[in-house]
């Protein structure tokens, strides 16, 4: 069982040898098509006006939706949330028929000119600099009630498009998701006297070492007790915060190494899902951590019907191999 999310999975390495059970990344595909890319540098008129961006010079009077940006935010063109959404029709059986403003805000972040459709293909201070870019959008929706910003890296993970680029979701609730895990957090520091239950997981996994992947100077990489797919990873900061948008460190450097190490194990990027766990709005019980999910094996009826995984790589094999690529 994760002791951050309470979710259990099922480990079960002998069936990654029955056919068609282990797991496998697809090659790439062709390289981006630049006449089909919207974020391309030079193709700014086929987005939505900028919210934000870095440029070089700062950006002077006229800058907006030019070329020159390293990392440039736009509003997503197909929205999943607007600000001042519509409430619906009040139906007349609201307990069981409950619906809600989809309000909110829902943006695109391009996390850089390159176009590459992977983070890892980017060299490391890129990704330091969108991985600021995101903790600063984070910040511009400090009154939403969470914050989730993601990552899909390619089709097989559900990218529309391939040049790399993260989402930000800003929400009127907390996900019921992230309300468990905000619970595990508090119970923990109730029984402990105020201790932190991901700074004291990451204390052991460095302890222990069988799943620990890599360590530097600002976070620890790992993989999860209990995770749900193969090759799923979790980077924590070395000393606990609980929200990824505030000062101090952002793991930006580990994070790149992480997408390099399974890029390399695999052959090319594999498709992946990857998120920013950070604290709910006024929770203080919590720490902010990043979730890297390899998409390499099929979801079918016991994960979707029971919201039981079951891994076929054990985290500990993970860890190893990671460790030595």
Known sequence: MDPLTGLRAIVAGERAARPGGGPTAPPLSEPIDPEGDPFLEGHEARTPPELYAVRADGGGPGAADSPGWSVRVVPNLYPALEPGAP????????DLFAAHAADGAHEVIVNAPDPVVSLAQLRCEQVAGAVEVWRERMRAHAQAAY??????????AGASLPHTHAQLYALGFVPAGVARERERFGAYATRTMGANLLADLVQEEVRRGERLIAVDDEAVLMAPYGARLPYQLMLAPRRPRARFEADGP???????????????????????????????RGTEQFCWRIDIMPRLTHLAGLELGAGVHLNVVAPEQGAAELRDV
């Open 87 to 94: 409430a619906p029709l009040p139906d007349a059986a609201p």
């Open 147 to 156: 914050v989730h910003l993601i990552v899909n890296e390619r089709r097989e």
């Open 250 to 280: 952002t793991g930006a450097a580990l994070l790149h190494d992480a997408l390099g190490r399974l890029a390399r194990r695999f052959g090319g990027p594999p498709p992946l899902n990857l998120w920013v766990r950070t604290a709910p």
